[in-house]
């Protein structure tokens, strides 16, 4: 960290992250003999790869507080919309956060109750 300070800290974060979430799901895959959605992952993956891309440009243009509340607004709305335009979601899933939205009563959103029943068509469920 001395000689690469933050940058060389959030690397080597990455890595340890990577090593770590590699062993531990070989270890669950090879125990528990469960099939991983490999296909699935990878839209998942591609999801966020690409909403993190499309908030990229916001630390170059905002101070850093700003950056944080735009950026993450960027990601946290590009992810669900990847998400749903990949494909990643679960019949379960979709009936799930059709459940959670459904507690909000009155405050719904139409558009969200839209975007729950696409999916929920387009899962074949």
Do not use: N
């Amino acid at each position: 960290i001395k000689r690469y300070g933050l940058h060389g800290a959030v690397y080597a974060f990455w890595v340890v992250t990577a090593l770590y979430v590699t062993v531990a799901t070989s270890l669950a895959v090879r125990t528990s003999g469960a099939m991983l959605e490999w296909g699935r992952l990878a839209r998942i993956a591609l999801a966020g790869v690409v909403s993190a891309a499309l908030a990229y440009p916001v630390l170059r243009h905002l101070p850093p507080l700003p950056a944080i509340a735009v950026g993450g607004a960027v990601v946290s709305i590009a992810y669900a919309l990847m998400t749903f335009l990949l494909d990643c979601w679960s019949a379960s899933e979709i009936e799930q956060m059709q459940a959670w939205h459904g507690r909000l009563g009155r405050r719904r959103l139409r558009a969200v109750d839209l975007l729950l029943d696409q999916a929920h068509r387009r899962s074949g469920a």
